[in-house]
């Protein structure tokens, strides 16, 4: 997952880092945890649970939210955050604009633009 501005973030380590020390922000559809990193590029993960559907619903979902990311957020926000997006229950019965509208929502919130 490379975008322009963006790497991915891989490794069960880093995630879990993200989660232990980073700072979260929620709505109905996503959480997303940030966490100032030293490098001068951000890293992204996304997180879908088992609970929210099978495995082609878990990765529409995925998709979604990469996209999402990739239009609107990926080089328009400050440099040097690992950046974990979980994506809840009630993403699996909505439109992608709306996945859109909450991940703007999310980023306004936490500061990032």
């Known amino acids: 997952m490379n975008f322009k501005e963006t790497q991915g973030l891989k490794k069960d380590s880093d995630f879990r880092r993200v989660y232990r020390q980073g700072k979260s922000v929620a709505n109905r559809l996503l959480v997303m945890y940030t966490l100032p990193n030293k ?14 559907g099978k495995a082609n619903i878990r990765n529409k979902a995925r998709r979604r939210i990469k996209e999402s990311y990739r239009l609107n957020i990926d080089g328009s926000i400050k440099s040097g955050y690992d950046i974990v997006f979980i994506a809840r229950v009630a993403i699996k019965d909505v439109e992608y604009a709306d996945i859109e ?4 929502h999310l980023v306004k919130k936490a500061n990032l633009y």
């Open 39 to 52: 490098s001068e590029k951000n890293r992204v993960g996304i997180s879908v649970s088992k609970k929210v």
């Open 101 to 104: 509208k909450a991940m703007k």
